[in-house]
């Protein structure tokens, strides 16, 4: 009974790590079909940021969770306005040029950090469940994710900003034309998304060891859950985290984490192949 | 191009590729005919990339997975087998199967050009993670451990057919690489005039009405795609050859990144440009590995952004126009339709 509770919340922390990881490369895609191959290297610099704020005598949890997202936000602001805005709907260019810009920010970061691994203490002890040892802090990470998941589906859902982003990217010159400024509700869309990469890379800091190029191990995964995930990208992503999730971990208990990812990429593949347009490219129409 | 009935654009790369063949082993010492040996090979590497995507019209960003597969099976088949022949094809059988599963998938299943891309990238962002994790000795191919991050150190080198004690020394290799990358250029030349490869850009310039004329655009497309993954793994299993090494950074993003890179500043749809792009890029590689000011990452980033903004079409295509418009007569003006990703990039 105790084995299987710490099965279950290590299968549940994978989905809910997934979800997070997927979430701000979702917005970008979803919304405003833009696949920012620098997604990673987002996430590396919150949790670059968070280092760099621990260092600096920050309490640990605004570290992590108020101090990435802010930083990470005003980086992609910046980037949309220097780089992103010249190529909307050209998605090949988006991509190179984002590839590009994710090679830049690594070099950067080597340059400025250099190559050894940062850290963020762990904030949260473990506790025992019968006779096995669970980390506190992972059931933290499953919760948080669903409280951001939560909040940017009332964000998008009920809020104004919601709703000219939404209009916006169904119909963007209808929306221009009933005195939306679209430029700035795009600039303000990738933001978003750039500030969920970042808070995904501080909530992790503190379990994943930061070096400038580990942002390829985390894109991986976060582009087969969008592109699983399809359209809508809210249930999309959670859908599809909840299949890959599921898929990675069994076999990862089953034999190891190297075949864990394998078998997450064979579960993106079959599905691609079954439903090409993503899971919500076929249930779920419609949804957020 | 053709001037007073001669084949220029056949007959220039020709004299230039043989007296290159020829030409360099007599002025170069051994050392500087080593570095042209690998520029040779990341050429073949290059036009594998610029068939799929520059006439193919699909995108893959990670074709380093192909690249290392080739590496991969060719040293692992070699340690295991001791001679180099059937080695020597199995680098180019493995990768061009691993091609043809995942274009099965890909183009069968009919997901967009950018979700092709993405799938590429991740299938070869895994096997770098599974071959960079599977270090122990628990990991191995008959006889041939994976090495994980280590690699694989003293790979046999190729030999002779059927004849393993006749093993080629770099001088050799030379010839070799050389040799092929002038066959895989002119085949690829070839390829491209036949039916097969007439009705490849015809998919790349619209699918759909390829479709409706009665072409499969899905085989076609899957065609295209197993050929440049069997081309990547021949340029693995020459690399390979060319270091006696092998280890996962053959997988790794900045290499499909640099391949993306080649051909495009060389030009996407030409096979010259990327060639160019390739060996310009590989030297300027190991000139920047040389030193410890700028990182490599941060140079070629930026070298991919300006590219993409500013020079989309890449160096080869602009030359071409500006030289050619100089001594050409003036063009009769070309009704062209608007491109299509005009029209239906906004889905």
């Known amino acids: ?288 | 191009m053709k001037i007073a009935g001669i084949r220029l654009d056949l007959i220039v790369p020709g004299v230039c590729g043989l007296a290159l063949l020829f030409g360099l082993p007599i002025f170069l010492d051994l050392f500087s005919l080593l570095q042209v040996t690998l520029y040779a090979i990341m050429a073949i590497l290059a036009l594998s990339l610029a068939f799929i995507w520059g006439y193919g019209g699909i995108l893959c960003l990670g074709h380093s997975a192909f690249f290392g597969l080739g590496a991969y099976a060719y040293a692992i088949a070699v340690i295991n087998i001791g001679e180099s022949t059937a080695p020597f094809l199995i680098a180019i059988l493995v990768p061009t199967l691993a091609a043809a599963a995942v274009g099965y998938f890909m183009f069968y299943g009919r997901i967009s050009d950018v979700y092709v891309g993405v799938m590429t990238l991740t299938l070869a962002l895994i096997l770098f993670n599974v071959v960079n994790s599977t270090s122990g000795a628990q990991y191995h191919i008959g006889k041939a451990p994976i090495g994980g991050y280590n690699g694989l150190p003293n790979v046999p080198g190729l030999n002779v057919p059927f004849d393993p004690d006749n093993s080629l020394d770099p001088g050799d290799m030379y010839y070799l690489c050389m040799g092929l990358l002038i066959v895989v250029y002119f085949g690829l030349r070839w390829l491209l005039t036949t039916r097969f490869g007439r009705v490849a850009v015809a998919i790349r310039e619209n699918e759909k009405r390829v479709e409706f004329i009665g072409y499969d655009s899905r085989l076609h497309k899957l065609a295209t795609f197993t050929i440049g993954g069997g081309l990547a793994g021949l340029a693995g299993c020459l690399f390979v050859n060319w270091g006696a090494y092998v280890s996962p950074t053959t997988f790794s993003m900045m290499q499909s990144a640099q391949v993306i890179i080649w051909v495009l500043v060389g030009g996407v749809g030409t096979l010259f440009g990327p060639m160019i792009g390739a060996v310009a890029l590989s030297w300027l590689t190991v000139e920047v590995g040389s030193q410890q000011l700028i990182d490599a990452n941060l140079l070629f980033g930026a070298i991919l952004l300006v590219f993409v903004l500013l020079v989309p079409r890449g160096i080869m295509p602009v030359l071409i126009d500006r030289v050619w418009g100089r001594i050409s007569l003036p063009r009769r003006p070309v009704f062209t339709a608007p491109p299509v990703a005009a029209r239906e990039g906004k889905r």
Do not use: C
Not at chain 1, 158 to 169: D, H, K, N, Q, S
Not at chain 1, 176 to 185: C, I, R, S, W
Not at chain 1, 264 to 280: E, F, K, Y
């Open chain 1, 1 to 288: 009974m105790a084995y299987a509770t710490i099965v279950g919340i290590e299968v549940v922390y994978a989905i809910a790590t997934l979800i997070l990881v997927s979430l701000g490369l979702a917005i970008i895609f979803g919304m405003m079909r833009v696949i920012n191959l620098a997604h990673g290297e987002f996430l590396v610099m919150g949790g670059y940021a968070a280092t760099i704020a621990v260092h600096h005598g920050v309490n640990v949890w605004i570290a992590i969770l108020i101090v990435p997202p802010i930083a990470v936000g005003l980086i992609g602001l910046v980037v949309e306005r220097a780089v992103i805005r010249f190529l909307y709907g050209r998605m090949v260019e988006t991509m190179l040029a984002s590839w590009g810009l994710s090679l830049l920010i690594v070099g950067l970061l080597t340059t400025i950090f250099g190559s050894s691994t940062e850290g963020v203490p762990m904030p949260l002890s473990g506790f025992t469940i019968g006779a096995y040892q669970a980390s506190g802090y992972n059931v933290f990470v499953i919760a948080f994710s669903l409280l951001t998941l939560g909040a940017v589906y009332v964000l998008l859902r009920f809020t104004r900003l919601g709703l000219l982003a939404r209009g916006t990217m169904q119909n963007a010159a209808m929306a221009a034309a009933l005195g939306v400024d679209t430029t700035k509700v795009y600039a303000v869309t990738f933001a978003l998304g750039a500030a969920l990469a970042g808070l995904a890379g501080g909530v992790l800091a503190p379990v994943a060891g930061i070096v400038p190029t580990s942002g390829g191990s985390y894109i991986g995964q976060a582009f087969i859950t969008v592109l699983g995930g399809g359209a809508a990208a809210l249930t999309g992503v959670t859908s599809a985290a909840l299949l890959f999730g599921s898929v990675g971990q069994a076999a990862t208990f089953a034999t190891n984490p190297v075949f864990g990812s394998v078998a997450l990429l064979l579960a993106a593949v079959v599905l691609i192949r079954i439903l090409p347009n993503g899971i919500t490219g076929r249930y779920f129409k419609g949804w957020l």
